[in-house]
């Protein structure tokens, strides 16, 4: 089983800049999905970011042009780079990953993300 670990969230005013990391406890450069979603209070949890295994990338329409999402394969790493963010960010980040088509999603315990603005 793998183990998805983040860090990086924190209390930001608008327009700043944070960056989670989500290390996995094993290699997951060939996983079927990798990504970030988030959750903010009486929300449903929506996918922020993923990234696959040609490091073809896909973004929500919100996060477009301001986050960027990356992988260091050699780290068991996944990177998001949040860029003028806006209080609207303001959520539990959490890392998500499935192995393989059809297998369980693994999620990671979550990061807060506090944007003041």
């Known amino acids: 089983q793998v183990q998805l670990v983040e860090s990086g969230g924190g209390l930001v005013q608008a327009g700043g800049s944070l960056r989670l990391s989500c290390v996995a406890s094993?290699?997951?450069?060939?996983?079927?999905?990798i990504g970030w979603y988030r959750q903010a209070p009486g929300k449903q949890r929506e996918l922020v970011a993923s990234?696959?295994?040609?490091?073809?990338?896909n973004y929500a329409d919100s996060v477009k042009g301001r986050f960027t999402i990356s992988r260091d394969n050699a780290k068991n790493t996944v990177n998001l780079q949040m860029n003028s963010l806006k209080s609207e960010d303001t959520a539990a980040y959490y890392c998500?990953?499935?192995?393989?088509?059809?297998?369980?999603?693994?999620w990671g315990q979550g990061t807060q993300v506090t944007v003041s603005s």
């Open positions: 998500h990953t499935v192995l393989f088509q059809g297998w369980p999603d693994i």
């Open positions: 094993r290699r997951i450069f060939n996983a079927y999905a």
């Open positions: 990234i696959n295994s040609g490091g073809g990338t």
